[in-house]
């Protein structure tokens, strides 16, 4: 199957700093791609839908200017949390989509942000 | 609007037995669904998915999920467990118009040696 590579896996950061987060796809390109936020024990809530060369599309409550989200190549989309809080301490886990393909979406390894 | 529920939010089976993690979904139009398996502090990984024809769908590590329209059901079996598959286990609608993927709460799978 395709592969999806988040990085950083585990990422600790200071309150009031920013930390960008990678998702690429390897082998395959995404013209779309999705963020989800996992808080623990729960599922996975949809962020923002990530879309090549534009604007990314946020979901209600997702706050846009604190997740910053640029999709500037076919294989590569960036999450940055900016100003992070504790609050924000989170697994980010990001998802693609090959280009015309609807039916599956693959999933990176996810991202575990600690902010102290 | 599509939607997915998970009955269960913790099972328990002993190695060897039957696994029953059950979804049901509610969607407008003829739904895409599938099951996704998570280990610790991973991403999900697909185990299978239905979209059209066969309503009994294989997957990997020999779980296979049943579509049964007039039951809304996808419920993912194995007819016996083992120790490796204890990890979250999470069901999917594929949104009709938004074409996003809508996650049930999840289900986590324990096995007991």
């Known amino acids: 199957g395709a592969v999806v590579s988040q990085h950083p896996s585990r990422v600790i950061c200071k309150s009031g700093t920013s930390v960008k987060i990678e998702c690429r796809s390897l082998?395959?390109?995404?013209?779309?791609m999705f963020w989800y936020r996992q808080f623990p024990k729960k599922s996975l809530m949809l962020m923002a839908t990530s879309n090549e060369g534009s604007k990314a599309t946020y979901e209600q409550g997702v706050e846009k200017d604190k997740f910053l989200i640029n999709h500037a190549s076919l294989t590569l989309s960036t999450l940055t949390v900016t100003s992070a809080h504790p609050e924000d301490s989170s697994f980010y886990i990001c998802?693609?989509?090959?280009?015309?393909?609807?039916?599956?979406?693959?999933f990176g390894q996810g991202t575990r942000l600690t902010v102290v | 609007a599509q939607s997915v529920t998970q009955l269960g939010s913790h099972v328990s089976v002993s190695e060897g037995a039957l696994v029953l993690l059950r979804c049901n979904y509610s969607s407008s139009v003829p739904p895409y669904l599938f099951w996704y398996v998570q280990y610790p502090n991973q991403g999900l990984q697909l185990l299978l998915k239905?979209?059209?024809?066969?309503?009994l769908v294989k997957g990997i590590n020999g779980f296979e999920a049943e579509f049964k329209k007039s039951e809304t059901s996808f419920h993912l079996t194995k007819p016996s467990a083992h120790m490796s598959d204890a990890a979250e286990y999470f069901c999917a609608v594929l949104g009709g118009a938004t074409n996003k993927l809508i996650f049930g709460t999840g289900t986590l799978l324990a096995v007991q040696p």
């Open positions: 239905y979209t059209t024809g066969a309503t």
């Open positions: 082998d395959f390109q995404a013209t779309t």
């Open positions: 998802s693609a989509r090959v280009t015309g393909v609807y039916t599956e979406a693959f």
